[in-house]
């Protein structure tokens, strides 16, 4: 009479399976002492094995990609910043912060997703007397909307944070922030601007 091996169970150091599917990664049973399991199948080609909840088998998927981090620019302005100004953010220092809408303000989103985070940094090197700046965002030259309308600039860098957002971007639409002034009894002057945004 043939052998018949024993399949050892998860307890006793076996797997609890007397075959897997060839090259699939191999998972924890559905409970803590279950027989290990298989994973469905491999997919294709570049697929991402990504998880689907507790109690679900990993898949492989098309890959849709993670979060992103688009760094935008940085940009300086030597001159005295003026009263009740909307001003761009330029990506060109010798051009500083600039008040018409032009192709310098403009970054191009390089794959579509939603903008979930914007971080900025602010630096005044001769300060004004502290009045509330106004921080906003266009998409693709459309309406300017207000991140927030209570931003005060000091000498030491500040930085600044807007999370909780859900901006819907495409691959080639463009993004611009501004900044609106209001009216000093002091104007700052010497100010360095630079901010980045996180694509999910």
């Not at 910043?81 to 191009?108: C, E, K, P, R, W």
């Amino acid at each position: 009479m043939a052998y018949k091996p024993k399949i050892l169970t998860v307890p006793e150091g076996g797997s609890g399976n007397s075959s897997f599917t060839a090259y699939t990664p191999i998972c924890g049973g559905t409970t803590a002492t279950g027989a290990l399991q298989s994973v469905a199948s491999l997919g294709s080609s570049t697929n991402a094995l990504t998880s689907n909840g507790a109690s679900n088998l990993p898949s492989f998927q098309a890959f849709s990609g993670g979060a992103k981090k688009v760094t935008a620019f940085y940009t300086r302005n030597t001159a005295t910043i003026n009263d009740s100004t909307t001003y761009f953010v330029s990506a060109d220092n010798a051009a500083g912060l600039v008040t018409a809408n032009n192709a310098l303000s403009q970054v191009m989103i390089p794959a579509a997703g939603t903008i979930t985070t914007i971080y900025g940094t602010v630096q005044v090197g001769t300060l004004g007397t502290g009045e509330n700046i106004t921080h906003r965002y266009l998409i693709n030259g459309g309406a300017a909307v207000n991140l927030s309308t209570s931003v005060t600039w000091s000498s030491s860098p500040k930085s600044f944070t807007y999370t909780g957002l859900s901006i819907a971007v495409s691959a080639g639409d463009y993004f611009q922030m501004q900044f609106v002034t209001p009216a000093f009894t002091s104007n700052p002057a010497n100010v360095v601007i630079s901010y980045s945004m996180l694509i999910s």
